[in-house]
């Protein structure tokens, strides 16, 4: 890889991060256009009123403008400042109201007061302001000239798509969610590392798996693709949901409904080993919840940061540029590319001399010198060669060294080299496959 | 349930307190009398010298009176002022002795020198007095007149028997025993809970399991109605010995000698959900050790407060009237509730929208404002669309998801009305049954 | 047994600590000839180039003197002090050199500076000394007078057994390295246990299992020993490596490889009931890694105390006689006893009167006064007839029970005895064989 993700995932962030964003819309396809200057994305349009599993796609809602003014003309609460204060999917609307006709329609957070939240109404047509507590105090009685410049009516839903082919069909699922507005970690973080990662992975020689993008809007996008893509869902061997990577707190782990999938197995230790946590299936969420249902039931993971709705900044004003940072995002890109190695690599091998231990010094393998402790790559030999019976995968013995797979990777390695070690037969044959 | 059990539950324990009662006798007959003020209870009598298992009905023990007085007819132990005073099931004596003749006979406790020991000599023919080390210090040398007035002669053994049918013949016993003289935890604690608990399972409509109420002796109580009834063990499917419900501490649920029977599961959340504690079975205790016995085999866990042994009243004058106490009986009574529910309710279910997650709001049953956190009764829904695929059943979820049963079983009360949930085929379907 | 042990292994150790061993040569010779005062013992010579699985024995090395004196001929440093200062398996050299030219070859602890390291070079021909850091900063510059009077040509590698036949040929083999020169806990700790159970086990009378003890080098030792021992492979039902074990620290069990088999259910509890740790297999250590290399796939685990590597005297001068206790060796051989205890007498039983408890009262097995708690040995004899189901071994019992095995095997004999218990059909019928 010749060029340093951190250094444009977070400008990419910074570029995306004024759009006003729905679950359709122009701010999807704004956003799809975006990313396609960077990875060349496939954009599907679904007209409002497909029937999609259990669901119809809606009607697509794009706005132009929206304040509270008062009678001077002044706007109090301003779509143009942030486009968090329009509840997303309001209705159109202009009118002249008091408070307290308006007072039903206004969503704040009292206990935080500083901060807008971040409210949508999908499926109700109905049209609200968010705005800050404080704000609120502060706005006086009124009448209020209320302007909601939107419109709401049969258009398309949009997702955007990358396909990278490797050695065979079976394909790794990564999917990210494009329908939030301004808010930043959830989910341009999850958006920026999912593009870094698919250059990355365009860029691998001799993959061994096809790897599948999905940028779609939470919930109804990720079912409109799953119902327009039955016949693909066979193919698929890993996924990943990717959002709140850029946010605070350690890498999570939320392992697939089942919990003792092969990518469960896999992302483990590249979380764990970075001090992150591995954490059970919860049906509330985001994506996964789609992919994992009993009727798919696929494969289907989620890596975060600290998840939604457990740190306060979490679907408010607060989630801003500067809430994530870009060494967060690079920690995340790492931990994926280390997943990555051991979808690609695991694979189970046979000890070639089983009885005792072969004499590594003669084969260049050992200190000479004993009588000291053995080194890193020394042990990972060892072990590489204590358990290869042909059934117990690198990642295997990795975990139950405590090694990385990469040591474990290169050991293995170094001792096929040296006619100690060969792969186990059975096709590409690992326990992650 | 129209009356509230602690209303009568301790007001019972009071009636019953001063009554002694033995492994035969009277007390027996009296105590089983006056339980059957409150629910039909069918009482047995089996002759002394029936063969019942390894053992034999011993004769049976009455005393009218028994007491230690000094040569002007003071009396210095009175049976009358505690029945604890007469090692239970003492012979007939009358003798004059000096304290060192007595001696041999006299039970303290002088670790704790207040309190009056409860002690017993069912099968081997003795006679001696219990009496706090305090009280031995001052009897002075004697002599004594010593007078035990009491007859131990063929009789009845006498045990008490309550059967609640159900929708099936599928039993769920509870027992408990009947044989202690004036101690109040152990176990009118858990004579009357059991009692409450019948009287609520008789007016519960639509009972799936049949419920038998077993009040008997200890040990050779249950052992003579296992001899009786070996035809109906078949039938039962779940059981519990209730004793020490009263008593200080949190709620201890112990297992079955196997551990993995259907009665533990369901019968360690309720517990555990008040802060209890659950523990393995361990062969030394009450009544379970007879029905766990490997020939017997029966899926009987046992539910107390701090068990037998662990606090410093058990088996003295210490646990008296002042140490039971009425929330801790009515949180027994309420976790036993919960069983009963788990048991009566348990199934799998099906999810009829299984490809993807159905759209709870238009069917009411989401909040159409997004963007919030989900409540628990959403959160219960998608816990039970997520992993009913026909085999897991509700229990299983609910430990799953870390909710009350009861908050599941709604969920699923709730999907099943708005068609999609549907209870697994297969019999009545519990992984519990 | 008549002898206290731990009256002669000390003294065995402070025989046989001043001797120069390697992994071939005299050291070993007079090392097992010593032993052989004690337990007789079978010595096998085997030619300098033997091939033995992927090795081949080396030439043999013998020392008798060695040292670097300054121009006046005054030693500086001197093998006839300690034989750790000169690298085990030097070459013969007679030279003289600047410090400058020797510094290569001399080996320190810079971060321990009074410590003299333990250093080999087997199996590359080169030379050196060991030495303190603090001695090698005042050495001055040199000129050195070089002399290792060394022969390492063709020879025998020597190594030394004992079996100990019983009933069965099912062999149980206990392992330990002979190699080291003048280093206490590692491993002549080890040997003198191993001599002190010989003993035992020679003196036990209807063994079951057929004993065998190896005392040979490390690694190219018991290599050498598996070569020429193919067809006894398949007698060993257990085995152990006996190694540091007069050092600090609790006992360790380390488990076999697999981590599931009878020997590592067997040593668990005595080790762990003294406070011991078990951990499970590394494959870097002592001979364990041949034993259970995966074409042999032998049970054999590793008792030790604070294991290699892991205390700051290890492989340095520090391992002298004042580094293993009396009462560390005796406590070893305390719990290598027991394992055999578990080995010898572990075996499943079947309750004879499984319907309910049997009276034990009336068999004087049960105290005729009730009331008060259990005894351990009346609690033993419920526990074992509560899981006497002809499946359960004692070992499970006491594992289930938190007893200890010999509790357990005793309430089993009472039990036998009074005919409430026997022992399951189908041979010798032990879960540890």
New interface residues.
Partial sequence: MTHRPGDEAYALIERLYPICRSITGNGVRQTLAILGEHIPIDVTEVPSGTKV???VVPDEWNIEDAYLADPSGRRLVDFRRSNLHI??YSEPVRARMSLEELRPRLHTLPDRPELV????????R?WGFCLSARALDSVGAGPFDVVVDTTLEPGELTYGELAIPGETDDEVLFTTHVCHPSIANDNLSGIVVAIELARALAALPGRRFSYRFVFAPG?IG??TW??RNRRLLDHIRHGLVLTGLGGPGRLVYQRT?RGDRAIDRAAAPPVTRRGGEVR??S??GYDE??F?????DLPVGRLSRTPH?EYPEY?TSADDLGFVRDEELLEAYAALLQVVEVLEHDAAYV?L???????L??RGLYP???????SDA??AM??T?????GRATLLDIAD?ADLDFAQVCRAAADLTRAGLLERARGGPGSSVS
């Fill in positions: 599993l259990d669901w509840v997303n939240p971040y409210r949508t109404s999908y499926y109700e109905t919930t990720s079912i799953l119902s409904r059970d299936y049906p509330y919840r789609q994992n249902a009993i009727g798919f709705g679907h000890n001399s089983p009885h005792g231990e072969p004499q010094g003669k000479t010198t004993g009588g000291k402790s053995a020394v042990m060892l072990w060669l204590g358990y290869s019976d139950r």
